[in-house]
């Protein structure tokens, strides 16, 4: 039987099936061909020699930058790549749900809390130390990676202050490794006093939670406020003592009573002098009438008093004064100077700052974003409140998009219905949450 020959299509040339293995092929190499194959394999060498590098945002290479100059030495931006900037942050929190910000320990332990964008340290009004709660958010993070594959992402948000963030950034800077599972965004809760025609007060004072700023810009701003409140607290003293010299009222006495940070002092601080003064002199009034040391009987009855309890009302109920000794209007006086006010129509702030501050400190900052720090307290200082906030909105010029819809800690007397009603006005905002956590422990499972 004559066996045809069977053309191969890759190459023109005749073979039969009974002949063993097909001749090899004979391949013609143009010298392009060898050129290209060349600067392939010159890449392909270069990419295992050199390995892309990280690329950190202009933000971060900032806060590098400004973290060098805090510490006296040089900070490599890839150091600080857990650092989210603006556009990252927005674009996580929008993947968020309420569940990923409830802030329980049932909740802790089965790894549905994987956000937190307020929270407290010791440097302001918090218990625990940066450091500790770095250790903690580093451990948590470790495990719901490995669990979920699901970063932890966060912020620091002190009181009017930044010094946290700055401790942070470099306590991350020198382990980034131990951060990798995180995802950390620079914070602050800022304070701004307005027009209040709900309360009993003429002004109160509110707060926006702010991201993506720079702590080693904002700092100026926050050494400034701080500031205005330690003079405040030294004038509103002096006035009190020549007014009624009888009296020994002392600063030191009065960061004591009411563990007060003088490092950070708060927003309201003339309440505080207030409280102070006005229960200093009261117990003043009492020894003198019992005929003993005014100075020993005031720190005994502070020492045996709750904190939030030290003030003359209490003391006149539980029947540790005379119920005719009052408050004097000549302590009210000066409490009412200093604090927030209105002259006319017009806000007069000694000691701190309004809502136009706020907006004109971060006006053409395209990295920094806003929110509302838990609406309901501010919405129930008004009548209107969905027109109020929205008009708050709109004077930001475009800086609140955010709103801390699932803020996990508002007292229990609080009407959770009012709460969402607050939200409902907002519902155009992006939705966030924070444990607003202010204790010695943070990760409780």
Not at 176 to 192: C, D, H, T, W
Request: glycine residues 4%.
């Amino acid at each position: 039987m004559k066996v045809m020959p069977v053309q191969n299509p890759y190459k023109h040339s005749v073979y039969s099936p009974n002949s063993g293995s097909a001749p090899a092929k004979k391949r013609v190499v143009s010298p392009a061909n060898i050129l290209v194959g060349g600067l392939i394999s010159a890449l392909a060498i270069h990419k295992v020699t050199h390995p892309a590098q990280k690329v950190c945002s202009e933000y971060v290479k900032s806060l590098a930058s400004g973290l060098s100059e805090m510490a006296g030495k040089k900070i490599n931006p890839l150091s600080l790549s857990c650092v989210m900037n603006k556009e990252e942050f927005v674009n996580q929190i929008l993947k968020l749900k309420k569940n990923n910000y409830t802030y329980t320990p049932e909740n802790i332990k089965n790894f549905g809390f994987q956000a937190d964008f307020h929270m407290h340290t010791n440097y302001t009004d918090g218990k625990i130390s940066v450091k500790e709660l770095l250790n903690e958010i580093s451990e948590y993070s470790n495990k719901l990676f490995s669990r979920t594959g699901q970063k932890f992402i966060f912020s620091i948000t002190d009181h009017d202050s930044v010094k946290a963030v700055k401790e942070a950034l470099l306590i991350i800077a020198e382990n980034p490794e131990k951060f990798k599972n995180v995802r950390f965004i620079p914070g602050a809760e800022l304070s701004f006093s307005h027009k209040a025609p709900k309360s009993s007060n003429p002004c109160e004072i509110s707060e926006v939670l702010a991201y993506g700023f720079d702590p080693f810009k904002l700092d100026k701003y926050c050494d400034s406020l701080q500031l205005k409140r330690s003079n405040t607290i030294d004038n509103m003293l002096g006035e009190i003592k020549k007014a009624l010299p009888l009296t020994n009222f002392n600063r030191d006495e009065l960061i004591r009573t009411y563990n007060l940070n003088p490092d950070c002092l708060m927003m309201n601080s003339q309440w505080a002098v207030n409280h102070y003064a006005q229960t200093k002199h009261a117990i003043t009034i009492q020894a003198s009438r019992q005929g003993v040391d005014p100075e020993r009987m005031y720190t005994d009855i502070m020492k045996n008093i709750d904190i939030k309890n030290r003030n003359i009302w209490y003391l006149k109920n539980n029947n540790i004064l005379d119920k005719d000794i009052d408050e004097t209007n000549i302590i009210s006086n000066v409490r009412k100077k200093y604090e927030p006010h209105l002259e006319g129509n017009k806000l007069v702030l000694t000691n701190e700052s309004s809502f136009d501050n706020l907006i004109d400190l971060f006006k053409g900052n395209s990295n920094v974003v806003l929110s509302f720090a838990h609406p309901y307290f501010t919405a129930m200082k008004f009548y209107n409140p969905s027109k109020a906030l929205n008009s708050f909105v709109y004077k930001s010029n475009g800086l609140i998009q955010i709103s801390e819809a699932y803020h996990q800690a508002y007292p229990a007397d609080v009407s959770m219905v009012k709460v969402m009603e607050t939200n409902d006005y907002l519902k155009h905002l992006i939705k966030i949450g924070g444990s607003d956590n202010h204790k010695s422990k943070y990760i409780e499972g």
